[in-house]
């Protein structure tokens, strides 16, 4: 389908962070992109919700005179989906959730989609006082996967904090992500933490930084940085050379004049035991 988004009169998305830190599972890029646009015609004011009929150009930049078979199929099928699509919304304690239709009726006729949110999302939407999310619908349209809507918009819902701190669990349902990502992180990391930075930090103006949290070798958690500060002393660390513990140790002994205590069993140089001499390589070069 087309990539060119049109958004009109720089109109914002605005909802409460519990939806947008809520779990739910779109099947395609289109399904997040109609909730937001759908999103940014609520207006503080309303004091119910209206079946809100939009262009579908809005959407994709062709009208529906110009949208191709294939192209209109993705838009129907998105639309189908997100008629039966439901939101799970976490409690304050851990066995606690909600779980909410997104819409009461939607569809596509004569080249605009309707649609109007299933009512019990009303506290989410309207009069929103405090604890609320908002962002530019048009850097939300221009963001190229889901991962990267979903990480945005919940990073949204924390961008007021200096920082954030999120169970790396909590994470995996907030992103729905499968199996392989929540018992791999070197491919969680690759492919949801790392992407979503490079989209985000490349088509929106929210700006952040992350480390990973670890218990022993285990990451358990994602720490998120919003301030300037923090973000630079995070981007600063992770160009410094990481740390070797077999290095630092012979370096430290060497400077103390300090024996190695297993220095006679090896047949390393240099002060250097056969085991230190191992370890250095396999931390300096991999090997």
Request: hydrophobic content about 40%.
């Amino acid at each position: 389908m087309a990539e060119k988004q049109i958004a009109f009169n720089g109109e914002i998305v605005k909802m409460s962070n519990a939806l947008a830190r809520a779990q739910w599972t779109p099947e395609s890029i289109w399904e997040p992109r109609i909730v937001a646009l759908v999103a940014s015609k609520v207006r503080a004011d309303d004091e119910d919700f209206l079946v809100y009929k939009i262009p579908v150009a809005e959407l994709t930049g062709a009208s529906d005179e110009n949208l191709s078979g294939s192209q209109y199929r993705e838009i129907a099928q998105s639309i189908a989906h997100l008629g039966k699509a439901v939101v799970r919304i976490q409690g304050s304690k851990p066995r606690n959730f909600r779980q909410y239709n997104v819409f009461g009726m939607c569809g596509y006729e004569d080249g605009y989609l309707i649609a109007r949110f299933d009512p019990d999302l009303k506290p989410h939407f309207l009069h929103l006082k405090e604890q609320f999310t908002a962002y530019k619908l048009l850097e939300y349209l221009s963001l190229p996967s889901i991962y990267s809507q979903r990480m945005f918009e919940i990073l949204r819902s924390w961008a007021d904090q200096p920082s954030s701190t999120i169970a790396l669990a909590e994470l995996h349902e907030m992103l729905n992500v499968p199996d392989s990502m929540r018992h791999n992180f070197g491919e969680f990391r690759r492919r949801v933490l790392e992407k979503a930075h490079k989209d985000i930090s490349e088509k929106a103006t929210l700006r952040y930084a992350w480390e990973p949290i670890k218990e022993g070798k285990a990451v358990t958690a994602i720490r998120f940085v919003f301030s300037r500060g923090e973000i630079a002393k995070l981007e600063k660390a992770k160009k410094q050379p990481e740390h070797k513990p077999a290095l630092d140790c012979w370096q430290a002994k060497h400077r103390t004049g300090e024996k190695c205590p297993i220095r006679e069993r090896g047949t390393g140089g240099r002060g250097k035991c056969k085991i230190c001499l191992e370890r250095i390589s396999i931390e300096q070069f991999g090997v």
